[in-house]
């Protein structure tokens, strides 16, 4: 059903629970003083997400494989850094089916998200355009004029306006249509007329070893991986991978390393029931032998002892504010473009 609305978040946890199964992970921000503002906006076969974060930050992305999703930045403020490339203003990227990326904004950012079933996307790009139109098989970043971008933007920017403000109109049927129609039309005409971004091999592959360095992360959270052994799982050299990290993440692989350990453990810790977990128990879990020094590393990067994180409200019972994959697919289009399933239907 369509409908929008708006929620600002004082507490980095309450946020990336609140992005819900977009599945914006190992979201890494100063905990001191932290504001985000989510805005989000559901038509008949379009989600829209606008995501203001006040403080700089590092986020590894991993977008639910059930929708399509396109991305860009507002229209001022530090360019941030998709994939190790930083994004211009006039930038979008195209994402593949469960795309997985590195996200590092120097500065306060706003990004801006349009999530739709990929049927519908290819349906349309197909009658708007009159030419096939698919999916593609990775993420790309795509350059379509500025003024068609702008567009874009405008028009973005005045739907999640609505949904912050008067969030009711958005509800009544044949106004979402409407609106979504001409955001369809303009998505669709960047997206077919865009020229590709200039990332070459080089930065596919750094994109690719980033994505590799979160797998073996993963595999290996129950102790800490020195360099060799790192890039020996990894496969890569000790420069190429430090090269990597610092141009993805602005950080040494070492840094970023014992972050993700100390974000895993705090999010066992806010999801458990206070009475069944012992920190020491979960702090070796994750690699920290010595629990003095892992209470004093913990301490310094999230500003409270593990003890009252476990005292928190669990995050699995903070509401997600955004819910991609039950995305509401349905519906037929009132005259205009009709929708995949009409077609059929009418076959």
């Known amino acids: 059903m369509p409908g929008g609305g708006t929620r600002t978040f004082l507490e980095p946890d309450h946020y ?31 989600q829209l997400l606008r995501c203001e974060e ?18 860009f930045s507002a229209d001022s403020g530090p360019s941030p850094v998709w994939r190790g490339a930083e994004m211009l203003t006039s930038d979008i990227v195209f994402h593949g089916r469960g ?25 349309y790009g197909r009658v708007v355009s009159g030419i096939p139109f698919s999916l ?14 702008a567009g874009l933007r405008r028009l ?35 997206l077919t007329t865009a020229s590709a971004g200039t990332d070459g091999y080089a930065k596919r592959h ?8 979160e797998e073996v992360l993963a595999e290996h959270f129950s102790r800490p991986l020195q360099m060799p052994e790192l890039c020996a799982l990894i496969a890569v050299s000790d420069r190429t991978l430090r090269s990597c990290c610092t ?20 999010r066992v810790l806010r999801d458990a029931a206070p009475k069944t977990v012992n920190i020491a128990e979960v702090a070796h879990r994750f690699g920290f032998a010595e629990s003095g020094c892992f209470a004093e590393t913990y301490r310094a990067r999230f500003g409270e002892a593990p003890s009252a994180t476990l005292q928190r409200i669990p995050e699995n ?9 039950n995305f509401c697919i349905g519906g037929e289009e009132p005259g205009g473009l009709a929708s995949p399933n009409r077609e059929r239907r009418e076959r």
Request: net charge positive; charged share 20%; glycine share 4%.
């Open 156 to 190: 973005h920017a005045r739907i999640c306006r609505l949904a912050e403000t008067k969030p009711k109109i958005l509800s009544h049927s044949e106004v979402a249509r409407a609106i979504e129609q001409s955001l369809i039309q303009m998505l669709v005409n960047c």
């Open 247 to 266: 141009e993805f993440l602005g950080m040494s692989p070492t840094e970023y390393v014992l972050l993700r350990r100390l974000e895993e453990v705090r």
């Open 54 to 71: 006040d403080h700089p930050g590092i986020a590894y992305v991993q977008l639910a494989p059930e929708l399509a999703f396109v991305a």
């Open 136 to 149: 593609p098989a990775e993420g790309r970043t795509l350059q379509p004029s500025h003024r068609l971008a």
């Open 16 to 46: 990336e629970a609140g992005l819900g199964q977009a599945q914006i992970r190992a979201v890494i921000l100063p905990r001191d003083k932290f504001r985000a503002h989510l805005t989000w906006a559901e038509l008949h076969h379009l």
């Open 206 to 213: 750094y994109a690719g070893i980033m994505v590799r360095l």
């Open 99 to 123: 795309d997985r990326l590195h996200r590092s904004t120097p500065g306060p950012f706003v990004w801006n998200v349009i999530a739709i079933d990929p049927a519908h996307l290819e349906y």
């Open 317 to 325: 019972t903070i509401r997600s504010v955004v819910n991609f994959p």
